[in-house]
Each structure stands twice: as structure tokens, then as C-alpha cells.
């Protein structure tokens, strides 16, 4: 019953802490600059494999590859940053 309620609440609970206004804007902030960033750094290497591919440069087709790779690794960890935003309120109380 606990994995279903945690997996239906998808944002933090920021009731739990204080200065909860200022929490939520500065983490709201950080996790939309972070998938900001790491969109366009996946258009920018997706463009640069193309157009290395298609050239013949496949030194910096392959540069342009592992930029796709940390692009969506960094996607996905800004989409842990949320679920780690919010175990980290709910742990506190235990300890």
C-alpha cells in the first residue's frame, strides 16, 4: 500500500519543510533549466552526428554520440532529482 501511494504523489512534499515557498521555486527552477539544458544539448550532438556521419568525420561522429548519451543520462537524472526531492522530506522524520 505504501509503494501505491508513493507512486501516485508525484511532486514534493514541500508542507514538510520549512520556507516551503522558497523550496519549491528554487527546485521548480533547477529541474527546468536542467531538462532545458540537456534538450538542447541532445538537438545540438543529434545535428553534429548528422552532419559528421554524413561527411565522413567519424572522430567527431563519435564525439557527437557519447553527447547524446550524457544528453538523455542528464534528462534522466534531472527526472531523479523529483522522486529523490521527495524521499528526502518523507525520510526525515525517521531519522
Given at each position: 500500500m505504501?509503494?501505491?501511494?508513493?507512486?501516485?504523489?508525484?511532486?514534493?512534499?514541500?508542507?514538510?519543510?520549512?520556507?516551503?515557498?522558497?523550496l519549491?521555486?528554487?527546485?521548480?527552477?533547477?529541474?527546468?533549466?536542467?531538462?532545458?539544458?540537456?534538450?538542447?544539448?541532445?538537438?545540438?550532438?543529434v545535428?553534429?552526428?548528422?552532419?559528421?556521419?554524413?561527411?565522413?568525420?567519424?572522430?567527431?561522429?563519435?564525439?557527437?554520440?557519447?553527447?547524446?548519451?550524457?544528453?538523455?543520462?542528464?534528462?534522466?537524472?534531472?527526472?531523479?532529482?523529483?522522486?529523490?526531492?521527495?524521499w528526502?522530506?518523507?525520510?526525515?522524520?525517521?531519522?
Amino acid at each position: 500500500m505504501r509503494l501505491i501511494q508513493f507512486a501516485s504523489s508525484i511532486g514534493p512534499d514541500f508542507g514538510a519543510v520549512g520556507s516551503a515557498g522558497g523550496l519549491r521555486l528554487i527546485v521548480g527552477a533547477l529541474l527546468t533549466y536542467g531538462l532545458v539544458v540537456a534538450v538542447f544539448m541532445l538537438v545540438i550532438s543529434v545535428t553534429t552526428w548528422a552532419i559528421a556521419s554524413s561527411s565522413g568525420s567519424w572522430h567527431t561522429a563519435q564525439k557527437a554520440k557519447v553527447g547524446c548519451f550524457v544528453a538523455i543520462g542528464g534528462a534522466a537524472f534531472t527526472g531523479a532529482a523529483l522522486t529523490w526531492a521527495n524521499w528526502l522530506p518523507d525520510i526525515g522524520p525517521h531519522l
